[in-house]
């Protein structure tokens, strides 16, 4: 039978291929480890290069039959890298329980595989940074660790930083050759003499081992899509084999030559990255700015067509969900679901400050609207010169994606970086990086720096420093909290246990800076940094400094908002209860205080666009960068404020007894970040986005996320949409940073009727009139839930 | 009858009954609106979707799935109006008891006991609405001022609009235009958008579907058009009452002849206020079995054939 392959069931086969579960890989692990064992005694800089070039030599390499775009970043189809020098007990331990656990599970590994990571992982005992993290942490500071301090470390997560993005432009005006002309003249200036040169001459040694190295990775593609050509029955995938073969042997080495070479180039750039050292979130910043003046020209020369560019542009976005982020038990109660997020910046503005929206940021939507998968996150800037056109472009895929993409204030945001001192050319020129972090590419390194349970501060303060849960006393002695006698003596506990904790966060964040420094150094993906070749110094070893944040994120922000608004309501306005009384409330779990527990409940809620509380979560939050803006991190980098909780609003939530916001023990916080609590914010959309907007968001230098809900009722005609529009617009330009949106299906609906006590706020509405969902009739819901799944089809 | 039921409770004319507000509504008027819902209404329409909308003063609230039963209610009720329902286990209300007085809200903390309408001065209310200001700036939005019925408080819904359009907030007043006083009229005269209710253009149907005659509100609506004000005719289409393939033309031939008139809407019969007349101790009385979607449509076409703008929903 002849197998008819047409463009459309190209793309849906591969993209196929992205949707079963990930397999782990070990390959990486494995010869990582085995070169580590081979360069004992070698400068560190030039083992993590020669460990590089060996995975490079050793990877298993693969064509798939429907591929234009070729290379995988690990062994496996999708699959999930290790990095034992970061971490190696978990995987040992854990290796066996990967297919078994109850989510995130991955496929299971072969016998072969297991006795590899068994013989060559214990290499790591003492040696990977987590094992040298524990060894050098001192015990005051460790005891802070999984509790206030959550995921403290990225020695914990067991993954490299990611949260950066090299200079593709550059890579594809001069190809690894050109960059490593510049190493090796830098390397010749060097006078060895001086103790300081020494460092960078090993430093632009690894790099060039690692540029050879990727080349030769390149070739080695070249070579595997020449033999498959020869081999061809069907003759058109051989002239197609052909071709890939003669793409791989002039790029990454050369400068792109084409719109095709140019996503060939970055992505084989890409894998080289990830197996150097990947962390979640690492991605490609503005594919639309970089990549345009290749399909400019492919497409007055008449090498490309609008449909193959985007066939292309297609087959890249599918190829970057190759990799899924495997990690420990404990760490996916965090970060759940595999998160990998590369991040695809669109929209915005030029370096110079004009409207960057072209062809291509279409294009990519209409990519994005075919592939659809988990793995590229696009993040749209609204620039007020970006046209009306683009955004209803990017609205119309996000009401069929049901709210994928995210969206972010240039205003907001190249104020944030301006106000850092960057210059205003790399301000405009930013890109989202991890999460929601701005960056810009080739200068920034945010080093992530760990969740903190916020409201686990909150509850130490109103309890002497002792963890309602555990009774540990986990926190300095703030005084009885029964005995407090106005708002500010609330206040000033929690600042005090805020002064405590805060500079052992910094401690702990430094540790690992300089653990990372030393130990997981990244000579590729510095060779893309700028001021990295001309410093002589690797981007994780401070080479971009003083471009270096360290981003410490705090979860349930909202909630210690809630909580304080709701002490200073009910014990200071109304007098309902003393301190006492409130302490003893906290203590039993609200038990037989049902009249209380709705006083709180009822108290001023952040997301209603209410000045009494708002004020307070914008307190909270100038508090926390006073206090980090008193620490310096390594290389004088300063720590910053993010506001957000991954999927870790659960855990931390077991860990906090009752709150004064109303919430018993054991219930989750906000999610998100900055997103009302579930179910409080009752008063409108506008409401919910001036609560987030009225923030001082360049206090919030790491970011923030924001999540809302919509029915996709506010989609149904144009006249909507444009609302919709220029609510989002407004939004942007008025103070808010980032939003996102759940356009909301009939499965969430469904959801929603099992757990209506989530949904409090999904309104449906007809005309004047406007009803809660879960408040509405089963029959009435049911009717509702057809409705909306016959508008989705 | 209206003048007594307002007068026995708003003892403070200062200020507005209000039982709604929605920050950020895409319907209700053109742009991103907030939509403020004043409580009283001289009409009582069969097919009512927001019953809490009609009295002019405060209601008791139950909502039966939130209560727990525990009987505090019971014992603070002046009039014994509250009792326990030993089958449902959920306490019941004698409406034909209750006064609205609240007594009982203030000691039920589960929330389930609660008020239908708070109540707000001028200054209270445009401080409210004024947040979503930069809201209205970019998407030629406003304030909408629905109910209930706008008009029924004359004098607060005249300071409240005013006060908004001295601050160049536009104004839209969705109305029944059963407007018999001129502080009535004023409001409708001066409004910069009218959302204007038609429900019949049959005398006896209107009085029989509504309580009311429809002479005060075609005359009303006349005067408003030959003053060239912007008016959306927003039309419920409930099967047999307001909409029947008998009158499509009659309407359509009748609102074309209307030269300031911008759009009509057509606003489908649903039940969805059925929870609302279950938390005020009502019933929804009316039910229908009819295609309305088929005869939505239906109606679209037959008026966009006498050349007017026409819309689905609001
Ligand atoms: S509002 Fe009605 S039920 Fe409640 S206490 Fe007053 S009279 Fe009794
Ligand atoms: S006080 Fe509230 S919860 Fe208790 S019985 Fe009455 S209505 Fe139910």
Redesign the pocket.
């Known amino acids: 039978m002849v197998n008819v392959k047409t463009k459309e069931n190209r793309i849906s086969r591969l993209r196929e291929k992205m949707l079963h579960i990930p397999d782990i890989c070990i390959q990486r692990a494995y010869w990582w480890t085995k070169s580590y064992m081979e360069t004992e005694g070698e400068p560190e800089v030039i083992r993590r290069a020669k460990a590089l070039a060996k995975i490079l030599e050793n990877l298993p390499i693969y064509i798939d039959d429907d591929e234009l775009i070729v290379g995988r970043s690990t062994g496996k189809e999708r699959g999930g890298m290790l990095f034992p020098e970061i971490q190696w007990e978990y995987i040992l331990k854990e290796i066996e329980l990967f297919s078994s656990r109850d989510w995130d599970r991955c496929g299971s590994i072969s016998d072969e595989e297991k006795k590899m990571v068994e013989d060559t992982l214990p290499y790591w005992k003492g040696k990977c940074t987590w094992d040298r993290f524990n060894a050098s942490m001192p015990p005051e500071i460790r005891r802070i660790h999984g509790g206030v301090f959550f995921l403290g470390t990225s020695s914990m997560s067991g993954v490299h930083y990611g949260h950066e993005t090299i200079d593709y432009s550059r890579l594809l005006k001069k190809g690894l050759s050109g960059i490593k002309k510049e190493a090796q003249e830098k390397l010749e200036s060097l006078d060895l003499t001086k103790p300081e040169d020494f460092k960078k001459y090993q430093f632009l040694q690894a790099v060039i081992i690692t540029l050879d190295a990727a080349a030769a990775f390149a070739k080695r593609y070249a070579d595997l899509a020449s033999h498959l050509a020869a081999q061809a029955i069907n003759m058109h995938r051989k002239k197609e084999l052909d071709a890939i073969a003669s793409i791989c042997r002039r790029v990454p080495l050369n400068p792109a030559g084409s719109f095709h070479e140019a996503l060939q180039s970055i992505w084989f750039t890409h894998i080289v990255i990830r197996n150097e050292g990947w962390g979640p979130g690492l991605g490609f910043g503005r594919l639309d700015q970089y990549l345009y003046p290749f399909y400019q020209k492919d497409l007055s020369d008449g090498i490309i067509t609008r449909d193959t560019a985007r066939e292309l542009a297609s087959l890249f976005l599918i190829k970057v969900n190759d990799l899924a982020f495997i990690s420990s038990t404990v760490n996916i109660e965090t970060l759940a679901g595999f998160p990998t997020m590369v991040s695809i910046t669109l929209g915005g503005v030029t370096p110079g400050g004009k409207d960057a929206v072209n062809e291509l940021s279409y294009l990519l939507l209409e990519a994005d609207e075919q592939v659809a998968l988990n793995v590229e996150e696009i993040t749209i800037r609204v620039n007020s010169s970006n046209s009306d056109a683009f955004l209803m472009k990017a609205l119309e895929v996000l009401k069929k994606l049901r709210g994928k993409f995210k969206f972010v204030s240039d205003n907001t945001i190249i104020s944030l970086l301006l106000n850092e001192g960057r210059p205003v050319e790399h301000a405009r020129d930013y890109v989202l990086v991890g999460c929601f972090t701005p960056a810009v590419p080739s200068y920034s390194l945010d080093v992530t720096g760990g969740m903190v349970n916020a409201p686990m501060i909150l509850e130490l303060a109103l309890n002497n420093g002792v963890s309602r849960i555990t009774g540990e006393q986990v926190g300095p002695a703030t005084g009885d909290p029964g005995k407090f006698k106005s708002y500010d003596d609330v206040w000033n506990a929690f600042k005090r246990q805020v002064e405590f904790f805060v500079p052992r966060m910094v401690t702990a964040r430094n540790i690992d800076t300089q653990l990372y420094a030393e130990f997981a150094l990244c000579p590729f993906m510095s060779a893309f940094f700028k001021p990295c070749i001309s410093n002589g110094k690797d981007l994780i070893a401070g080479g971009t400094a003083p471009n270096i944040r360290e981003c410490f994120g705090f979860s349930g922000v909202p909630n210690v908002g809630d909580s304080l608004a709701a002490v200073k309501k009910v014990v200071f306005d109304d007098k309902l209860i003393d301190m006492a009384g409130l302490v003893k409330a906290l203590d039993d779990n609200f038990k037989e205080k049902d009249r209380l527990l709705q006083a709180l409940s009822k108290a001023p809620k952040f997301g209603n666009d209410i000045d009494y509380i708002d004020t307070i979560v914008n307190d909270i939050i100038a508090l926390f960068e006073a206090e980090l803006g008193k620490y310096k991190g390594l290389f004088g980098s300063k720590p910053a404020v993010a506001i957000s909780t991954g999927t870790g609003h659960l855990l931390m939530g077991t860990q906090v007894g009752a709150t004064p916001e109303g919430r018993k023990a054991g219930e989750p916080f906000a999610e998100g970040g900055i997103s009302p609590h579930q179910g409080r914010n009752t008063s409108g959309p506008t409401a919910t986005l001036r609560s987030v907007s009225k923030l001082d968001h360049l206090k919030i230098r790491g970011g923030s996320v924001l999540n809302m809900k919509f029915n996709p009722d506010v989609f149904a005609d144009e006249k909507k949409k444009v609302k919709f529009l220029s609510m989002l617009r407004t939004y942007c330009e008025s103070g808010g940073y980032h939003v996102q949106f759940n356009i909301i299906s009939g499965e969430t609906l469904r959801d929603a009727q099992k757990h209506p006590e989530n949904y409090k706020d999904l309104l449906v509405r007809v005309a004047t009139y406007s009803a809660y969902f879960v408040e509405l009739s089963p029959r009435m819901q049911e009717d509702i839930i057809a409705r909306t799944e016959f508008q989705e089809v | 009858m209206a003048i007594t039921e307002k007068n026995k409770h708003n003892t403070d004319n200062e200020k507005g009954l209000v039982f709604h507000i929605i920050h950020g509504s895409f319907v209700d008027g053109y742009g991103i609106r907030t939509t403020v819902f004043l409580k009283g209404c001289p009409l009582r329409c069969a097919w009512c979707c927001n019953p809490e909308g009609q009295a002019s003063y405060p209601e ?1 609230k139950y909502t039966i799935k939130d209560c727990n039963n525990c009987g505090r ?1 019971i014992d ?7 009792k326990v329902n030993p089958l449902l286990e959920k306490v019941q ?1 004698d409406r034909k ?9 203030g000691v039920c903390y589960t929330g389930s ?1 609660q008020y239908f309408g708070t109540y707000y001065t001028v200054d209270e209310l445009f401080d409210i609405i004024k947040k979503d200001e930069q809201y209205y700036r970019s998407s030629g939005g406003g304030v909408t001022i629905g109910g209930g019925e706008p008009t029924f408080q004359p004098d607060f819904t005249y300071a409240f609009m005013k006060k908004c359009q001295e601050n160049y907030i536009h104004v839209a007043v969705d109305t029944c235009g059963y407007a018999t006083t001129e502080e009535q009229f004023r409001i409708l005269a001066e409004a910069n958008l009218l959302l204007y209710d038609l429900k019949s253009l049959d005398p006896n149907a209107h009085t029989k579907n509504t309580g009311v005659s429809n002479e005060i509100i075609l005359s009303n609506l006349k005067m408003l058009n030959g003053m060239g004000k912007s008016i959306i005719i927003r039309i419920p289409v409930i099967p047999r009452l307001t909409v029947t393939n008998e009158n499509m033309e009659i309407i359509a031939a009748f609102l074309s002849r209307l030269k300031s008139l911008e759009r009509v809407d057509l606003l489908a019969y649903h039940t969805y206020g059925t929870i609302k007349y279950e938390q005020l101790g009502r019933k929804y009385k009316l039910s229908t079995q009819a295609n309305i979607q088929e005869l939505t449509e239906k109606t679209k076409r037959i008026f966009e054939r006498y050349g007017l703008n026409v819309q689905l929903g609001g």
């Open positions: 008791l209610c603070v009720c002046p009039k014994n109006a509250i209300i008891l209750c006064d609205n007085c609240g007594a009982c809200i006991l």
